[in-house]
T-cell receptor
């Protein structure tokens, strides 16, 4: 079946450190891939997306590249800020299924 | 453009009762999805509606049901509440629900069953 696997959290970093959150997927067909972020007490917000292999999504300094050969969509940021502290979700969707599948989420804590 | 709104934001119910949650999508969006979020299970897909038709549903018991109205607003209902139904229920809207389109989430309804 279709699934998303994320690295376990929490991830604790110092401000200005480099961030990588790993995400791999299993899918039948060609999924679109997404990263969402959830701040405390809020719903999820779209961070970035990629709809085909080798696409790079980017937003607010975050980047992720759709790697079909390794079925991965790792999230990276060069220099994190305290305000980036949140839970990050990797997700996929396959056209025609009208369904999004989310990973378990990775909590990021950035220390000043 | 106003975002996705969900009402109520918080709800406390007793086992055996039923509950109805409401979701108003972004103007122009015709697809509405519902998710249950719990610490143990993460985000679990409940169902998706488009133009008043349910196009997909997740693996939840029949106690969980939903509907969508002609103005795209959606409701979900849980009957005979159990303690395990305590969760954050998230609604998301999308222009089409197709895989390449992102979903926009509401703030959620926090349901506590006692």
């Amino acid at each position: 079946g279709n699934s998303v696997t994320q690295m376990e959290g929490p991830v604790t970093l110092s401000e200005e450190a480099f961030l990588t959150i790993n995400c791999t997927y299993t899918a039948t067909g060609y999924p679109s891939l997404f990263w969402y972020v959830q701040y405390p007490g809020e719903g999820l917000q779209l961070l970035l997306k990629a709809t085909k292999a080798d696409d790079k999504g980017s937003n607010k300094g975050f980047e992720a590249t759709y790697r079909k050969e390794t079925t991965s969509f790792h999230l990276e940021k060069g220099s994190v800020q305290v305000s980036d502290s949140a839970v990050y979700f990797c997700a996929l969707s396959i056209s025609g299924t009208y369904k999004y599948i989310f990973g378990t989420g990775t909590r990021l804590k950035v220390l000043a | 453009k106003a975002g996705v709104t969900q009402t109520p934001r918080y709800l406390i119910k007793t086992r055996g009762q039923q509950v109805t949650l409401s979701c108003s999508p972004i103007s122009g969006h015709r697809s509405v999805s519902w998710y249950q979020q719990t610490p143990g299970q993460g985000l679990q897909f409940l169902f998706e509606y488009f133009s008043e038709t349910q196009r997909n549903k997740g693996n939840f018991p029949g106690r969980f049901s939903g509907r969508q109205f002609s103005n795209s607003r959606s409701e979900m209902n849980v009957s005979t509440l159990e303690l395990g139904d305590s969760a954050l229920y998230l609604c998301a809207s999308s222009s089409s629900g197709e895989g390449t389109y992102e979903q926009y989430f509401g703030p959620g309804t926090r349901l506590t069953v006692t």
